[in-house]
């Protein structure tokens, strides 16, 4: 996995005992032992479960337990619609529909998109069936596209603005000096 995807183990060259993701002793819980160092374990539990919920792989799979491939925008049931369209011609049947016939006929969207400040987070993960993501992406793409031109030109007209102010303060200096 390449790293932007996943972040860096922080202290991954750490010795035994101690927890390659916060860097703190990894004690005994219990036994005779209770309160030493363990140098059988590398990772404290708690920061296993943070590591692995920077997964993208993970988040999918939180995602399809919590929304069990029912479509967010349009209430489409995937599991079902895939059950439905089994047997000769299907793959037609689902490219009729506006579905790309492959393993999931469902997509992970981030509601608010990473390009504008969304995060990984399961609160901004929603289940789409393919139609929907793909109307979705072509909107956001497309209102991106309009607030970047928008604020080209008005980038623009400020400068033209800053360029006229000067230019009229540099002819009023010649005006005054003549």
């Not at 349009?74 to 793959?91: I, V």
């Amino acid at each position: 996995m390449s790293d932007h995807r996943r972040p860096r183990i922080p202290f991954s060259d750490a010795k035994r005992g101690t927890c390659r993701w916060c860097g703190e002793a990894t004690l005994h819980e219990k036994g005779p032992k209770k309160g030493e160092v363990n140098r059988r374990r590398r990772w404290h539990d708690a920061c296993v479960d943070s590591y692995n919920e920077s997964d993208p792989r993970e988040a999918r799979r939180r995602v399809r337990r919590r929304d069990r491939g029912r479509c967010a925008a349009c209430n489409l049931d995937t599991y079902a619609l895939r059950r439905q369209q089994k047997g000769r011609g299907s793959h037609r049947r689902l490219r009729d529909l506006g579905f790309v016939p492959r393993r999931s006929l469902w997509e992970l969207d981030h509601i608010v998109p990473l390009v504008d400040g969304g995060s990984h987070d399961l609160d901004n993960l929603q289940t789409l069936c393919t139609p929907c993501h793909k109307a979705k992406t072509v909107s956001e793409a497309s209102e991106r596209r309009e607030r970047c031109s928008r604020s080209a030109e008005d980038d623009v007209i400020a400068r033209a603005d800053a360029a006229l102010r000067k230019s009229e303060e540099m002819l009023a200096q010649l005006e005054a000096q003549h």
